[in-house]
């Protein structure tokens, strides 16, 4: 297994074994831990020697279903804690194909370059002509020049070069690199691109165990599954609109979770697939197959799901299709996140609402709920950093400094990051999975959507050794919950396994013994649940720690926005509903309890630390006084 460090700043390469890093598995794991081992927390985001790090598991490549997940991580450009993004697509295993489980990028380009990996030979090609270009363009004229179009490719659009804190890497043209300005990095980088070709084999342990396997996972496990099929047909957007207005949503800028039916057939699955689908999409050796191509206005773009619906109908209140449409085909093209953008466009319609942004402040836009076409053009300000789209570009939580006028009393933010989510006030377990999120925010971490499945307490006690998490509204067992899918969750980002393809989604698919299973198939190695688990909890407090030194994050950041706590849900199931203060510090209390963490400062312990052999991360603390 083999890491290859490239420095772009004197175009140099090395490899290196991945023995010393065994414990991390691969992946996410790997990643995490060369992470806090290599960067000081007094350096800057986008200091040239901070390293850009890419992680495929050990399944990524073989035949395990689901395998295709490529963990990136770096400094968080936003806020200086851990930036961590995860994208499905096929560049991950094409890097398993040329050799490499693990890539890490440091240094600086004197001009823009993209990094051609053909197996062992490393190409620092002239990008020059490609400044400026967004990500289809790139990844299609890096396929014409090196006359292969099986190459896969990591590219960024304008919002990377123009050093957008919220800008993304995309993954094979359609898959966001999110959270934290991966974008960024490279674009301080003057990297373009990384594009990939591997004609390598992979050899697993037991492959004849393993072809048996994955048939009967497929026939009995996968084919099987309600949630796969619905995911076939129609993406992650089908299943996330099924339930209509009964859907907890997020609704002008966070301020409601209740959007009426009325709005949301206007944004219908159906009407998407008459009016835009080009074909169906799927990532490397995926039975679910759960994505599209589209195509508006002369522009072809991928990843219309779920989020982008709350990004640009329901959290801008939009019920213009067409509009909904090119403002997520924008954050594809130019390489932006769309969570971020859509929070901070939402954030700056409030403003504008409210008077503290004028007409004037807006480069004359009409920032009213709906209005689509000023949306659109915002997206296209923020990428190119003109008017007060360059105000925007450096994140909700700088924006909203530089504009004053008490304008932060409407920005939804934890961990100095824009968030945007749905059922944030209703269901517990999931607004504590995200807001405890060591990646500031987001669902794919340790958020558990089994609390909506409405499992029986039975199935709840033999899968997570809880009696009851069937009520969303409850915060009993949420803190449990939420600790579970957090190591799970981190195990499936070390083996390279797409979250929408296991327990998350059906408590059927990748349980714990399957897992097992095709892990000793793979490796020849048995592993155990609790040393899973183990691993899981040891990235979990890495991660943690890593925030502290960094960011100074701790119990303070872990408290929801005012928006959640103060303003309840207006209407529909869960009318009412807020994050009540007392009780979500009781369920901190309990959550930092199970981690074994002091309750008071929500920090590791020593003692804690030290069961997990996190032994240099107790004398790094000590020396800091902060343990």
């Known amino acids: 297994m083999k890491i290859l460090f490239i420095n772009l700043s004197n175009q140099s390469s090395f490899l290196e074994n991945t023995n010393k890093y065994s414990k991390y598995i691969g992946g996410r794991g790997i990643n995490q831990k060369i992470l806090f081992d290599t960067v000081s927390p007094n350096s800057d985001p986008l200091d040239p020697q901070n390293p850009i790090l890419f992680g495929s598991g050990p399944f990524v490549g073989t035949l395990v279903p689901g395998a295709n997940r490529l963990a990136v991580d770096f400094k968080n450009v936003i806020n200086h804690g851990i930036g961590s993004g995860n994208s499905g697509g096929q560049f991950a295993a094409e890097m398993k194909y040329a050799g490499y489980d693990h890539i890490v990028v440091t240094g600086q380009s004197e001009k823009p370059i993209y990094l051609f990996i053909h197996n062992d030979k490393i190409f620092f090609r002239d990008a020059s002509r490609l400044w400026g270009s967004d990500t289809w363009e790139t990844e299609n004229w890096i396929r014409s020049n090196e006359k292969d179009s099986r190459i896969k490719t990591l590219c960024i659009g304008p919002a990377g070069e123009n050093l957008v804190k919220f800008s993304i890497i995309v993954s094979d043209k359609g898959r966001a690199i999110g959270y934290g300005g991966s974008g960024a990095v490279f674009g301080s980088k003057k990297l373009k691109a990384i594009a990939i070709r591997g004609t390598l084999p992979i050899t697993v342990a037991y492959p004849e165990k393993l072809f048996e396997k994955v048939i009967q996972f497929n026939r009995d496990v996968i084919n099987k599954s309600r949630e796969v099929q619905l995911h076939r047909k129609g993406g992650t957007l089908l299943p996330y609109l099924n339930p209509g207005e009964n859907r907890p949503h997020g609704v002008r800028n966070m301020s409601d979770e209740f959007w009426p039916d009325d709005k949301i057939k206007q944004i219908s699955r159906e009407r998407i697939d008459q009016n835009y689908t080009i074909r169906k999409h799927s990532c490397f050796n995926c039975p679910m197959y759960c994505s599209h191509i589209y195509e508006i206005n002369g522009k072809r773009f991928e990843g219309f799901q779920a989020n982008s619906f709350r990004s640009f109908a329901s959290n801008v209140d939009c019920t213009s299709l067409p509009d909904v449409m090119y403002a997520h085909a924008l954050t594809n093209l130019y390489g932006l996140d769309g969570d971020h953008v859509s929070n901070v466009i939402a954030w700056a319609i409030e403003c504008y609402q409210h008077g503290i942004l004028t007409i004037k402040d807006t480069d004359g836009l009409e920032l009213t709920w709906g209005n689509g076409k000023a949306i659109t053009e915002l997206v296209k300000k923020i990428a190119c950093r003109k008017g007060i789209g360059d105000i925007l570009a450096n994140g909700l939580y700088e924006a909203m400094k530089i504009i004053g006028r008490n304008s932060s009393q409407y920005a939804v933010i934890v961990k100095k990051n824009a968030l945007m989510e749905a059922a944030m006030r209703s269901h517990k377990g999931w607004a504590l999975g995200i807001l405890t999120s060591a990646k500031g925010g987001g669902h794919l971490r340790g958020a558990p959507i089994q609390e909506q499945q409405n499992l029986s307490p039975a199935v709840s006690q033999e899968l997570f050794g809880l009696d009851d998490i069937s009520s969303p509204t409850s915060y009993q067992n949420k803190a449990e919950l939420v600790i579970w899918q957090e190591n799970y969750k981190a195990i499936l980002d070390c083996l390279g396994l797409c979250a929408l393809m296991s327990m998350w989604v059906d408590v059927n698919i990748y349980r714990w013994e399957d897992i097992i299973e095709f892990y000793y198939f793979v490796t020849g190695k048995e592993i155990t649940v609790d040393e899973f688990k183990k691993i899981g909890l040891k990235m979990n407090n890495l991660e943690r720690i890593f925030n502290l030194l960094h960011a100074g994050f701790d119990r303070k950041d872990d408290l929801p926005p005012r928006k959640l706590s103060e303003i309840?849900?207006?209407?529909?199931?869960?009318?009412?509903?807020?994050?009540?203060?007392?009780?979500?510090?009781?369920?901190?209390?309990?959550?930092?309890?199970?981690?074994?963490?002091?309750?008071?400062?929500?920090?590791?312990?020593?003692?804690?630390?030290?069961?997990?052999?996190?032994?240099?991360a107790v004398k790094i603390l000590e020396e800091k006084n902060l343990i």
């Open 568 to 616: 309840p849900v207006s209407k529909g199931n869960y009318q009412g509903e807020r994050l009540e203060i007392n009780q979500w510090n009781q369920l901190l209390d309990e959550y930092y309890q199970i981690h074994g963490w002091d309750i008071t400062s929500g920090r590791p312990t020593r003692e804690t630390l030290a069961a997990l052999e996190l032994t240099d």
